[in-house]
């Protein structure tokens, strides 16, 4: 049987989504709304490593695609292509062959902003991160510097593929050392929190979030296998930590320095800018939409500051709601999909890093916040959820290409 080039156009764009990191219950609603505008009988199953996609003829024909395919990673820039590419098939600019063209095309552009670029970004993330910590300011300087030195790690992995497969325990694990051999210098830097800053890239709070969400969709298969890879990420990256203070506590005694906090509050509002300003280019968002993604960012994560009075749930739940009608606000205007704008939104709640703060709170005294960590994660996941509930993110989805894009 000859593939029609529709099928075959459905098929690359799953394959594309999935790549580049759609949850899964939002691939399946975006396929089917795309195959039902084209004429398209189909089903579409999505999990985190493979894909299978029927499709139905008037005879009673079948077509099946099934194939095992990586878990795919967040990639924003790739995402909105994607979706453009989408919208041309969709208003008849584009016939289904060129469309599958571009998209393979996707694949050997250069969506990423060049290595000083991503550097400065690696760094700018990490000591914004340790500043929002209330940490200090030798602190801040420390977790700027791990994070060049991870980006280093993180393009060897590139080329390395038995450093690919340990790099969240190895950047985990020299963060620690670094930090530890530093701090018997300088009195004022804070062990835990810095290393936290340093591999903030890597803590999966986004990850986790996005499997709980998958799981309220009732996308059970999918959103169960990305929470424990979620869970295992974090445990690779505490392991690290934990190898790390072990090999030093053969040497040195390790004792948390009793750290004055010495940045000024109004600090705050600039590394929280350049927080989202660093973590966007990780991601890969576009030029075109690096603004609103900072804003949507900003947004969310302030709206947790003044709700703080009504306490942790309230105001994550608050702050969510804020990231969702933010993103729904600026794919309108960008003509970008809303995933790209949500993303800065809900990891500025970092709810991961709270889990991380919780495990270090084992082995290190003297982390901040570290009392009744456990609730308080509890606190910020529920909020997250119960904000995406509430907001229609789940109901707007399913009415289709509205939720991932907007109409050109």
Known sequence: ???????????????????????????????????????????????????????????DHTYNHVECVPPGELNLGALSRIVEITNN????????????????????????????????????????????L?????????????????????LWSLKSRYIKTTLESLVSFLATIVTVIVAQFVAQINISMTILASIIVFIPGLSITTALEEITSRSLVSGTAKLFDALVSLFKQFFGVVLGLTVMSQFIDIVP????????????????????????PVFKVRPKDLIFGVIAGFASYYTTVL??????????????????????????????????????GIIMLVPGSKAFIGLSSILITAAP?????????????MGIIGGLIFSGSFIESRKGVKHSSSKS
């Open 1 to 59: 049987m000859k593939v029609p080039d529709k099928y075959k156009f459905i098929v690359q764009l799953g394959k594309a989504l999935h790549t580049y990191g759609v949850p899964s219950y939002k691939s399946q609603i975006y396929l089917s709304e795309i195959a039902k505008k084209k004429g398209i009988k189909g089903s579409f199953m999505d999990t985190p490593t493979w894909i299978n996609y029927a499709f139905f003829e008037e005879d």
């Open 89 to 132: 098939v969709l208003n008849n600019k584009l016939s289904f062959v060129n469309a599958k063209v571009e998209i393979e095309k996707i694949k050997t552009e250069r969506l990423g902003y060049g290595k000083l670029i991503e550097l400065i970004a690696f760094m700018a993330s990490a000591g914004a991160f340790s500043v929002i």
């Open 134 to 154: 209330d940490a200090s300011w030798a602190s801040a300087a420390l977790a700027a510097f791990n994070g060049a030195v991870i980006y280093g790690i993180t």
């Open 257 to 280: 320095n009793d750290v004055i906090r010495d940045v000024p509050e109004w600090v705050n509002y600039i590394a929280v800018t350049f927080l989202a300003l660093g973590l966007l």
């Open 307 to 344: 709700m703080g009075f009504s306490g942790l749930m309230i105001s994550i739940f608050t702050g969510t709601i804020v990231a969702v009608l933010a993103s729904k606000l600026f794919g309108r205007i960008t003509k970008s999909p809303e995933l790209v704008f949500l993303v800065p």
């Open 369 to 381: 916040g570290a009392t009744n960590t456990g609730e308080q994660i509890l606190y910020i996941f």
